[in-house]
């Protein structure tokens, strides 16, 4: 089975293409599904950020307040590194599963959609790395309109990630996606086609 890690900078189109990979035959194992998953009410992920950031995480639901914990972590450095130390342990365990899963039902390409894939050394678990950007005003306006965030904000979710030029380096091939839909479909198609297997 190919593994193949596709990561980019945050609104740049990397579930555009996750999406596209699965329509081509690929499995699909979405890092930011894990990430909530592994916070729902009763895992163990939930108990961690509540004994490290207080019950006021909570809403009175008993989910997590992921507004109130985002605008937290982003607007404190050593808060979202206490973040990834308390998740990120529990995110790959449930990738590296799904991989193991992918492997033993006979999937052809299993690829791992997560945004923080060269940051949590997930690399090294893939046969190849793409990576999915655009330019740094494009990528502000879609998270601005995505997101419901403004400027300000959406800049403090890019520098939550490696920079666009460390991203390139490391990945071993590079999506750029300021041109329109059917061309990127149309270079991610062919880099489909140059996959072993």
């Not at 945050?10 to 690929?26: E, R």
């Not at 193991?100 to 997930?122: I, S």
Request: net charge neutral.
């Amino acid at each position: 089975m190919f593994v193949l890690g596709l990561t980019g900078g945050i609104g740049c189109g990397k579930s555009t293409v996750s999406n596209y990979l699965a329509t081509l035959g690929a499995r699909v194992l979405d890092g930011d599904r894990v990430a909530r998953e592994v916070v729902q009410p009763g895992e163990p992920g939930l108990a961690r950020v509540v004994a490290h950031f207080g019950p006021e995480m909570l809403l009175p639901n008993g989910q997590l307040d992921r507004a109130r914990l985002g605008q937290l972590v982003f607007s404190h450095e050593n808060q979202r590194l206490a973040l990834n130390a308390l998740l990120h342990p529990l995110i790959l365990a449930r990738l590296r599963a799904g991989v193991a899963q992918a492997r033993a039902d006979g999937v052809r390409v299993c690829v791992l959609d997560v945004p923080l894939l060269l940051e949590m050394v997930l690399g090294a678990d893939c046969d190849a790395v793409w990576t999915v950007e655009c330019a740094p005003e494009t990528q502000v306006a879609r998270i601005v309109a995505r997101n419901g965030l403004d400027a300000a904000q959406a800049h403090a979710r890019i520098a939550a990630q490696w920079p666009s030029d460390r991203r390139r380096a490391a990945a071993t091939a590079v999506l750029d996606n300021d041109g329109t839909l059917a061309e990127l479909h149309t270079r991610v198609a062919q880099l489909w086609q140059q996959l072993p297997g």
